[in-house]
């Protein structure tokens, strides 16, 4: 279990964003599931594909902080490479839902989502993915059903969805130039709801 897991609990508007910035010190350098760059690495490369493509503030803070469910759920880190989905998607949106925008909460609740419907929708997608996202492909449930993808298609915030999952795809280059954290403190602070 996350030591984060009853910290969270804790948390308010003064507080949430210095509990950001401390799980990026302390966990980000960690690895990103095989991937060839750090979990926080990754993050901020996902925010510098969405500042490149022009995105929203909005967008750009979610695709900094759509992983960060993998450190404050109630799974370890190595879940998904142990064989076992961690529901990071949900972790994280349930704690930036209580301080941020739907813009900011839905799409990282989402792109998990978005990944599995891209693969449905796209047959060309699966084939771009790593190795790892493979990996987690398979034990999030895999291609959706006809239903799963009406639903998807049905939220309002499916297409920033889309976005931040190509962002996630994108933002695993080693040794790319990208701004750390404390660059988008100012926005993680104007953003709160």
């Known amino acids: 279990m996350s030591k984060y897991t009853a910290e969270r609990e804790s948390l308010s508007r003064q507080t949430i964003v210095p509990f950001l910035l401390q799980i990026f010190e302390t966990r980000g350098p960690e690895s990103y599931l095989g991937e060839s760059v750090s979990m926080a690495e990754h993050m901020e490369q996902s925010a510098a594909c969405a500042h490149e493509d022009g995105a929203?503030?909005?967008l750009i803070i979610a695709a900094l902080l759509h992983d960060i469910g993998h450190f404050i759920g109630d799974f370890e880190l190595d879940a998904l490479e142990n064989g076992m989905d961690n529901y990071h998607e949900d972790a994280g949106a349930i704690i930036l839902e209580r301080f941020y925008p739907p813009e900011i909460s839905e799409p990282v609740r989402l792109h998990v989502a978005a990944k599995r419907y891209l693969c449905t929708v796209d047959d060309h997608y699966y084939d771009k993915l790593s190795a790892a996202s493979v990996n987690?492909?398979?034990l999030q449930g895999g291609k959706m059903?006809?239903?799963?993808?009406a639903e998807f298609e049905a939220n309002p915030h499916h297409k920033a969805a889309i976005k931040l999952r190509h962002?996630?795809?994108d933002g695993k280059v080693q040794g790319r130039t990208i701004y750390k954290i404390d660059h988008y403190q100012p926005l993680l602070e104007s953003l709160l709801s």
Do not use: A, G, M, Q
Not at 145 to 149: G, I, Y
């Open 167 to 169: 962002y996630d795809d």
């Open 56 to 58: 929203s503030d909005e």
């Open 136 to 138: 987690s492909f398979n």
């Open 145 to 149: 059903n006809e239903s799963e993808v």
